[in-house]
């Protein structure tokens, strides 16, 4: 069991957190290169779409779901009742607009749509790469969370 943001998570949790949590660091990594700023706003949106993505891939269980939009509000809300609160009603909704957005499955459309209406919300400014790294990173998590979960799991026995 690993400790993250004062919940205990079991080793398929910590692997879904992982994985969003370095997607949500590489985006960031974009927006400062554009000297645009990366706030908890920003972190809660991506998050969300990062799980989304993997609750796509492998079909997460509604109790990790549940525990990454919990992290998530722990990590966003900073010990603040309120804005923890709001962090995991926000990426409850989110989460919402996604599957909406989607339909009935991820396909190339859908996560065009979702992509654009992310960048659109953040104002993305013309020949920004957070559209693009977006993409490329709901495909690198296609291409890997199978091998991660696998990896993680053989490691824990």
Excluded: W
């Amino acid at each position: 069991m690993a400790l993250i943001e004062n919940i205990e998570c079991d080793i398929n949790e910590e692997t879904t957190f992982r994985i969003a949590d370095e997607c949500c660091t590489k985006i960031q990594t974009v927006y400062e290169s554009e000297n645009r700023e990366f706030s908890r706003e920003n972190y809660i949106v991506y998050f969300t779409y990062f799980v989304f993505v993997e609750n796509a891939a492998i079909a997460l269980t509604p109790k990790i779901i549940d525990t990454m939009e919990n992290i998530l509000a722990g990590r966003v809300g900073m010990g603040d009742k309120l804005d923890t609160f709001a962090a995991k009603r926000i990426s409850v909704d989110y989460m919402r607009r996604f599957t909406d957005l989607a339909g009935e499955e991820l396909t190339t459309e859908s996560i065009e749509r979702i992509v654009l209406n992310i960048e659109s919300e953040f104002d993305m400014p013309e020949g920004s790469k957070s559209a693009v790294t977006l993409v490329e990173l709901t495909i690198e998590i296609f291409n890997t969370i199978n091998d991660r979960f696998r990896n993680a799991n053989s490691c824990s026995l």
